[in-house]
């Protein structure tokens, strides 16, 4: 989970399976239990500096976060030792877990809350039976999920690349750890930008909110751009030509086109939730998943 400057990714290669995390917390947990998580853990409750004592602060961190997922049967004992990765927990029956951080961590404590953030996420995905085939989508979930309830801007703030000293932890890429949080931003209308404490980190979150912002410009949303919709009336007219068969979906796998009765299907923008709607021009549309009402211009 750790990485050197020379090997921290960028941008957004991991895209898809980042939207299919989302969608699959949702799809898994209810809109009423996600907006449960509306408060990120707060910084004063992850602060970890030279005064504390080592072991005592790990487990209050530990603590907090576990505190913050309601998990309160759930006991985590934190050691230490030298290894490869950043971190790794034991998934076991509980109630106790067994997590060990790179020793590094001693002399590194403002990242403990990172590295314990996406461990003590891999214990509650286990606790809810959510996961995702293969090593990679199923670390990918693990950040993605972490972000979005409240914890993984911890692992976005630990992000910083200078040199011998770079750092980078957790799977998604700084900008995708930015789109998660700019998309949670959206939603519970919490803005995380304030808790980073390196300029890095907020640049990425930045990067992020932008890539965010163009899933809500993608056809037949109202708030698409003039480019996208032209590209969208031609297909909406090719896809209501009798002599046409059909019509793949739209640029980036937007929309599709079905019918008769003529009707438009799209991901919503908060959840990738699959939304179809009659062919009419503006209306609104609600999300069956995450209950955002979307303007469309179909």
């Known amino acids: 989970m750790t990485t050197g400057g020379s090997g921290i990714e960028h941008g957004f290669p991991h895209l898809d399976t980042v939207r299919a995390a989302v969608h699959a917390v949702f799809k898994r947990l209810s809109y009423d239990t996600v907006s449960t998580f509306a408060t990120s853990v707060l910084p004063v409750d992850v602060a970890f500096d030279d005064t504390e004592d080592l072991y005592l602060g790990a487990q209050r961190v530990a603590h907090a976060l576990v505190r913050h997922l309601r998990l309160p049967d759930a006991r985590m004992v934190v050691g230490f030792r030298e290894m490869e990765h950043a971190a790794n927990v034991e998934l076991t029956a509980g109630p106790e877990y067994f997590i060990e951080l790179n020793a590094r961590f001693k002399k590194h404590r403002k990242d403990i809350g990172a590295a314990l953030a996406h461990e003590v996420m891999h214990v509650y995905l286990h606790r809810l039976d959510l ?161 955002s009402l979307l303007d469309c211009d179909t």
């Open 131 to 291: 996961s995702f085939p293969g090593t990679r989508d199923n670390e990918i979930l693990t950040d993605t999920a972490a972000a979005y309830l409240g914890t993984g801007w911890l692992l976005l703030d630990a992000y910083r690349e200078h040199g011998p000293f770079s750092q980078k932890l957790g799977y998604l890429t700084p900008e995708e750890f930015g789109y998660v949080l700019a998309k949670r931003a959206e939603f519970f209308g919490e803005d995380p930008a304030p808790w980073f404490t390196g300029p890095q980190a907020y640049d990425a979150y930045a990067a992020g909110a932008a890539r965010a912002r163009q899933d809500a410009r993608r056809p037949p949303l109202a708030g698409a751009g003039w480019a996208a919709r032209l590209r969208y009336a031609k297909d909406r007219r090719a896809a209501q030509d009798p002599r046409r068969t059909g019509r793949p979906p739209g640029p980036d796998g937007g929309y599709a086109f079905e019918g008769p009765p003529p009707r438009v299907s799209f991901r919503c923008p908060v959840c990738d939730q699959r939304i179809r709607v009659p062919v009419r021009g503006r209306l609104q549309a609600r999300c069956g998943l995450c209950k």
